[in-house]
């Protein structure tokens, strides 16, 4: 049975990871993650295995977003699975625009991260995105 504080825990993980790679924090960014952590978004080809993956994928959004991508994360669950512990929610990404009024939606979707509770806390060691829109990345 996972506890309420290792419920708080993990949602601090979520926290942490939308707050590390929106603002550069890249080696916070790195302590979420297993050593062995995979990303996988459906109906795209993209697939980020390992750490230096996670973060690279990170800082390309970040250029591109020219450091204004804000991720938002809400109606987090958690529940054991199978025997993991897994936190779904929902994510809006955005940019945040350099002028009031300039801020966009860039795309939304659901979570679903399978996280493990380590010796150094709760990490992400697998990560599915299922996009609500349909598109190509152009990096």
């Keep these: 049975m996972i506890s309420v504080e290792d419920r708080i825990a993990i949602h601090e993980l979520l926290a942490r990871f939308a707050h590390c790679t929106d603002f550069g924090d890249w080696e916070g960014l790195s302590a979420l993650y297993t050593e062995d952590v995979v990303t996988e978004m459906d109906g795209l080809s993209m697939r980020y295995e390992e750490i230096a993956a996670q973060v690279e994928h990170a800082k ?14 809400f109606n987090l669950f958690i529940e054991e699975e199978a025997g993991a512990v897994v936190a779904r929610y929902f994510f809006l990404n955005m940019n945040a625009g350099k002028a009031p009024m300039a801020a966009s939606i860039v795309v939304a979707g659901r979570m679903r991260d399978t996280v493990v509770r380590t010796d150094e806390g709760w990490k992400i060691a697998h990560r599915r995105v299922t996009f609500d829109q349909q598109f190509d990345l152009d990096f």
């Design 60 to 73: 390309d959004s970040d250029r591109q977003a020219e450091g204004k991508n804000r991720h938002l994360n």
